[in-house]
């Protein structure tokens, strides 16, 4: 399947810069005689789709970790457009939507730890959010609807992997309005056959991350020898993706997915807090005494792993390799300090 216009929602955010990046890149610029309607679908590797139409709007509220720094090589773009708007507004969803012919839902409130000091926004932008966006595609008929869940609407699970057909059962405010709101996107399926995909990653890292999750908190606080917070005793495990590999997937089940479906996106490299920190500190070259063992976060699950064979089946496989990608990340932290230290000085959403 082909699109010319999409609407990605949080594109301003971490994963969401990414995939509009991804987007941008991967469409071709093909103006071939025999294609009078510009469009024209698969070729070469993977993620690589012929599209000379392709329009991106990109509506985001931006807060706190929503940022157009993330996208300023792409701006100026003709196929990028930006639109500050929220999510909930039924005004501004609708106007936008019109026209558009796929919908990429990645806004969200985002941190666990944020859910469990209050939960306010992620009901509103998780739930109702999706809600009117949901409602937006079903109004102008969009050919496409991406619902972009997570892991741990699974909740926790102590050996194996969750399977696309496991059981939902969050355990924090935050995989609690994620979980309805990929079910709320699975009824409009089921109820009024809009075309709805439910994807569901495990933990992502890489470029563009807020410096809150663990990965770019660690690289970021070592980088200036201040101590690395791990909860408890550091033994929770992840199962860690690389984000232009989760971006790769999802545009991988935009074109080729089938409607009404889930997809568990994994990478199968599973590690515990205790060794992921102990990597990203010798990457640094940095001591193990930097590691301070705190409180741990209430209602912390103890593992997420995925059987992610369904998306292979579609064609998709992770193609990066942790360690490189991992390498990538620091190396990237290295570079745009100036980035993350303006978001650090930010006192009023300090986390670290
Ligand atoms: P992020 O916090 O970096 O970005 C969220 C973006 O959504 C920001 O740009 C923010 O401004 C925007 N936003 C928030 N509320 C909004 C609203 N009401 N209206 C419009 N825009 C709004 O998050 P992320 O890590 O990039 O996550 C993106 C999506 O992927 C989320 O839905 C998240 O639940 C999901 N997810 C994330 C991970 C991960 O490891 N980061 C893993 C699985 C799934
Ligand atoms: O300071 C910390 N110390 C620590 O030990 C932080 C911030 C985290 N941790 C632990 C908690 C988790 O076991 O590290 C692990 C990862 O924590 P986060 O980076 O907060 O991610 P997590 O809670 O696993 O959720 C992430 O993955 C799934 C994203 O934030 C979610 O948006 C996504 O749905």
């Known amino acids: 399947m082909i699109f010319r216009k999409i609407l990605v929602t949080g594109g301003a955010g971490f994963i969401g810069s990414n995939f509009v990046r991804y987007l941008l890149k991967n469409s071709k610029f093909s103006r071939q005689r025999r294609d009078p309607e510009g469009i024209h679908q698969k070729s070469l590797h993977s993620g690589e789709i012929r599209n000379s139409k392709l ?40 106007d ?50 991406i619902q972009i869940s997570t892991d741990e609407v699974y909740g926790s699970i102590h050996r194996g992997c969750f399977r696309e057909d496991s059981p939902l059962l969050p355990n924090s405010p935050y995989a609690a309005s994620k979980a309805a709101a990929d079910l709320l996107a699975r009824s409009y399926f089921i109820t009024h056959k809009l075309p709805v995909i439910v994807v569901r990653s495990s933990n992502n890292f890489g470029p563009y991350q807020y410096p809150e999750k663990i990965i770019p908190l660690f690289i970021t606080n070592a980088m ?21 590999d989760n971006c790769d997937a999802i545009s991988h089940v935009l074109h ?40 741990d976060r209430p209602g912390h699950d103890r593992r997420y792993a995925l059987d992610f064979i369904k998306i292979t089946r579609l064609g998709w ?29 930010r006192k ?3 986390f670290w």
């Open 256 to 295: 080729f997915g089938r409607d009404g479906q889930i997809y568990n996106i994994g990478s199968g490299d599973g590690f515990k807090n205790i060794d992921l920190t102990m990597r990203i500190l010798r990457i640094l070259g940095k001591d193990k005494r930097l590691i301070k063992f705190v409180k």
């Open 55 to 94: 329009k991106v709007i990109n509506l985001d509220k931006l807060t706190y970790s929503g940022n157009l720094e993330n996208l300023r090589d792409v701006e100026s773009d003709s196929r990028y457009k930006f639109v500050r708007g929220d999510i909930c507004d039924k005004r501004v969803v609708f």
């Open 317 to 345: 496989r992770p193609r990066y390799k942790f360690e490189d990608a991992l390498n990538e990340t620091v190396l990237w932290y290295k570079e745009n300090a100036g980035w993350w230290k303006r978001l650090k000085k």
């Open 96 to 145: 936008i939507a019109k026209g558009c012919d796929a919908m990429i839902n990645f806004a969200a409130e985002s941190h666990v730890d944020r859910s469990i000091r209050d939960s306010t926004e992620f009901i509103r932008t998780n739930i109702f959010g999706t809600q009117t966006l949901l409602e937006a595609a079903k109004k102008y008929r969009v050919r496409r609807f």
């Open 224 to 244: 200036e020898n201040r101590r690395v917070p791990l909860y408890a005793d550091g033994r929770n495990e992840r199962e860690w993706l690389y984000v232009l």
């Open 348 to 350: 009023e959403q300090k």
